[in-house]
């Protein structure tokens, strides 16, 4: 059984700057990436950030230059630095770590006010 658990969420006003944590925990031997999809009202589940075991980033188009991704392999723990927010922005974020299947957190809410 794994378990994810994000954190950090919260109300910001645009250009402002958030981080965002997850940690997985339970029965993991090997996570292949962790990352971060996000799901505004009304719209699907969109890919936001991943990083690789390895090191190896990928970033949306939209969040290219204002957000990072970065990991802790020994704590299972991904981060998520947001900074130059907009309300485009605002979504639930979810955290996706992949390991033999996908696991996903309950989410957390961003909220970035104009």
């Known amino acids: 059984q794994v378990q994810v658990v994000e954190s950090g969420g919260g109300l910001v006003q645009t250009g402002g700057s958030l981080r965002l944590s997850c940690a997985a925990s339970?029965?993991?031997?090997?996570?292949?990436?962790m990352g971060w999809y996000r799901q505004a009202p009304g719209k699907e589940r969109e890919f936001v950030a991943r990083?690789?075991?390895?090191?190896?980033?990928r970033y949306a188009d939209s969040v290219k230059g204002r957000f990072t991704i970065s990991r802790d392999n020994a704590k299972n723990t991904v981060w998520l630095q947001m900074n130059s927010l907009l309300p485009e922005d605002t979504a639930v974020y979810y955290c996706?770590?992949?390991?033999?299947?996908?696991?996903w957190g309950q989410g957390t809410q961003v909220t970035v006010s104009s």
């Open positions: 990083v690789t075991n390895t090191g190896n980033t």
């Open positions: 339970g029965s993991i031997f090997n996570i292949n990436s």
């Open positions: 996706r770590v992949l390991i033999t299947n996908v696991y």
